[in-house]
């Protein structure tokens, strides 16, 4: 199948998405003198997303990620007293699916209108070792106050785990050379979930109060991230942690805003899943060559990823991921812009 870009475009927003894994190539907002700019690493073109080089070690830019987005400890689970296992492509863990997961599939798009695509695809009972046929729907759909709104919908045969999210990956000011340790963070968030060495949840919930881990208050990505004494740091190389939201799913509550000192640019998130991957780019090494020839530097961008808690499938006190048929599995997730 040929590989497709689509626009969606509106007075603030123009949004470039690809077939190829519902990759979001470039989110452009307007400035202050209605210039465009784009606030997403990427690549220029979708060749290069599916170039041997990048195919391997691709680091997930823009991408819907499933059946289950972050990871499951070893790649098992046992759902109804029967264990399945994952493709194990991270520290022995099921990372995003899996090396074959949505973000490598070629997806049906229809857009019934300049501001909404719809994705579609059917993924067979037992693909990268997931139960039950999965018929996955996601909207990418812009709104008049700047915001891109990302709907998931998903039905299953049997019964099965989902967890879906996207990767995109955000510098604010525009220029991925740079880095985002000076955008301030802020995170609706009392509680995060820790990970061992090997970046799996412990299973604990541990209070943000007194510790860097804290975004309760605008900070600065890069006041605290080199902190290593601090385990959590030292564990995630820096920030790639799941908080637990305080919005509890009420997605008219901001989960996350980053603010950009030098451009005034602004990001909210909202969403009604329990929780948040905050990932401060702590694996671009500056090997990865991105749109205009930019070989993107270490942090230089971060994703916010809306989602059920990382190994929930073996957490039995975590919110549920399990879906049943005749059950209809439903996220969102809101992108809104704007400057101050
Ligand atoms: C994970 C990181 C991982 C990255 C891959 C994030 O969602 O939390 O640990 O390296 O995805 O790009």
Partial sequence: MELKEYILKNECLEIHVCNLGGIIKNIFVRDCRWKLVDVVLGFDTLEQYIAPEYRKNYPYFGALIGRYGNRINQGRFILDGQEYQLP?????????????????????????????LVLSCVSPDGEAGFPGTLKTTVTYSLSDDNALQINYEAETDKPTIVNLTN???????????????????????????????????????????????????ATAIGARIDNYDFEQLKNGHGYDHNYVLNTQGDISQVAAKVYDPKSGRTLEVYTNEPGIQFYAGNFLDGTVKGKHGIYYPLRSALCLETQHYPDSPNKADWPSVVVRPGEKYHSTCIYKFGAE
């Fill in 88 to 116: 194990q492509n991270n520290y022995g863990h099921c990372l995003h699916g899996g090396d074959t997961g949505f973000h490598h599939r070629i997806w049906d798009a229809t857009q019934p209108n300049a501001q909404t």
């Fill in 167 to 217: 990767h995109a990956y955000f510098n604010l000011s525009g220029d991925g050379k740079t880095t985002i340790l000076d955008h301030q963070l802020t995170l609706n968030a009392d509680y995060y979930t820790p990970v061992d060495s090997t970046f799996m949840t412990t299973g604990e919930i541990a209070p943000v109060e007194g510790t860097p881990m804290d975004f309760r208050t």
